[in-house]
């Protein structure tokens, strides 16, 4: 602890965004950073503690106290080989990340806690601006044969352990380049796409094998495309690889099946958003794109309050809506730390993303009943306010439309962006003929091995829709287990 009175001297300070009349302009990324003197200094706000709650809840096990200790004392590159010992990809947590750990650092108890994602980010920028990242491919190769099917955060997770431990690792990728939500799902004001490249560059050089536009099985959820290059059974798949991997992702998306849901404007949410990527990437050609989805001059509702609500009103701001409504059914979360989620819980609290600052009314306990339909158009909603009621006998709250609350939102598009309910069944799952639990996900039992012994799983594949964070530990967890069973 090289400040052991940073934590009562330094307040917190975060790097901040751009401002809004700049930003809503174009899609680079919106926070800032701050300058290594003021970054140093925050991280010496850090008390390592002698039990390190932020340790407990980070997924992939960071060591917060010792690489921010390095971080203070202005050695970077300690810092980074610390922190790398547990995270493979610091650049996408220290962007994306929700900081679990800071909901569980000891400071949070009675002051604001330590800035920990923006340190790790800072770190990580400045270990490849300082060349410290390098390729390092393994010494030797083992003589085993992985294919991973999936290239987003726990398929590249588990490619960075296995190939450390000698296996030769091929992942097979659906869509034009590796990421998977990373990079179709997250628009690039949170997650700059080169920082995605630059990764997988390295990953390649350390000699991971990817191929991608290529389906495995007869079936695949692809994000905002419809061909691809090349389809590969999974007899094949089984045939030519000692071990398969399946990081695919639970992409079977919840729906709103209420009347009027038929009709034209209405859009689940990753297809917005990776229409958007896509285009920015240069895969559309904009508005003159048949295959385009724009907000443009046009009424927006989003249905769904969590994150990716969040990231399409962002991204409808900045394509010029001419105005958004976020609607979410659950009650508006306290803007502090409830008494029934005590520290070191992560707390249910009001959360205001860079993009509702830019712009947008959000509307709390709201039922959505029915669509109206204008020639076939959507044209507006017809909602409820709701109250959440619990039974005497306890249990589950559940739903009531409050009596007299009725009124209609008017729309031009409406995203559903409400969830995934689990992984997409047909395919490569039913080609294997693979053993599903009660969710609806690849049963694996806790051991990442599927009801096929060759088969593993991965990520929400396995475990639902989650976190990048959680699919980056999945994935690590799940190389692990195939080391220790076959490798």
Request: with cysteine.
């Amino acid at each position: 602890m090289g400040n052991p009175t940073g934590f009562m001297k330094i307040p917190r300070k975060t790097s901040g965004y751009r401002p809004v009349e700049e930003r809503v302009n174009d899609y680079s990324e919106v926070e800032m950073r701050l300058e290594d003197d003021e970054r140093r200094l925050q991280a010496s706000r850090c008390m390592d503690c002698g039990i390190p709650f932020c340790h407990w809840a980070c997924p992939v096990e960071n060591i917060m106290p010792q690489w921010q200790d390095f971080l203070y004392k202005g050695d970077y590159r300690a810092a980074w080989e610390r922190l790398t010992l547990t995270n493979p990809f610091p650049e996408f947590t220290g962007r994306v990340c929700p900081a679990l750990c800071e909901a569980s650092c000891v400071l949070g108890i009675h002051d604001e806690p330590v800035t920990i994602r923006q340190n790790e980010l800072a770190v990580i920028e400045k270990a490849f601006d300082e060349g410290f990242v390098t390729p390092c491919p393994p010494k030797s190769r083992n003589g085993r044969k992985v294919a991973i099917v999936g290239g987003g955060p726990a398929g590249l997770s588990a490619a960075v352990y296995l190939n450390r431990a000698g296996f030769t690792v091929t992942v097979y990728e659906a869509d034009d380049k590796p990421g998977g939500y990373l990079r179709y799902g997250i628009p690039d004001f949170k997650l700059d796409k080169r920082f995605i490249d630059r990764r997988l560059e390295l990953m390649s050089a350390e000699g991971i094998i990817f191929k991608t536009n290529t389906v495995i099985g007869d079936h695949a959820a692809l994000f905002g495309k419809k061909t691809v290059a090349s389809v590969v059974s999974a007899e094949t798949l089984e045939k030519e690889f000692d071990t398969i991997v399946l990081a695919i992702g639970a992409r079977s998306a919840r729906d709103l099946i209420i009347p009027g849901r038929e009709a034209n404007g209405i859009h689940q949410a990753l297809d917005f958003l990776s229409l958007q990527n896509r285009a920015y990437e240069g895969k559309l050609h904009g508005t003159d794109s048949k295959d385009s989805l724009q907000a443009y001059g046009k009424k927006i509702v989003v249905i769904g309050g969590g994150d990716t609500g969040a990231d399409c009103v962002g991204t409808a701001n900045r394509q010029g809506a001419r105005s958004i409504v976020q609607i979410e059914v659950m009650p508006q979360p306290p803007s502090h730390r409830p008494v029934n989620q005590p520290w070191p819980l992560w707390p249910t609290v009001l959360k205001t993303s860079s993009s509702h600052m830019e712009g947008c009314e959000r509307m709390w306990s709201v039922n959505t009943k029915s669509f109206n339909l204008t020639d076939g158009k959507v044209s507006s909603l017809n909602c409820t306010q709701v109250e959440w009621v619990t039974s005497p006998q306890g249990g589950r709250p559940t739903l009531r439309d409050i009596p007299g609350s009725e009124f209609t939102v008017e729309a031009d598009i409406v995203l559903l962006a409400m969830g995934f309910t689990h992984v997409v069944q047909e395919g490569i799952v039913k080609n294997f003929n693979l053993a599903l639990d009660d969710r609806g996900n690849i049963r694996t039992s806790g051991t990442f091995q599927s009801s096929n012994p060759k088969v593993w799983a991965t990520g929400d594949a396995r475990r639902g829709a989650s976190l990048v964070v959680h699919a980056i530990a999945d994935g690590k967890a799940a190389a692990k287990a195939i080391i220790a069973k076959v490798g």
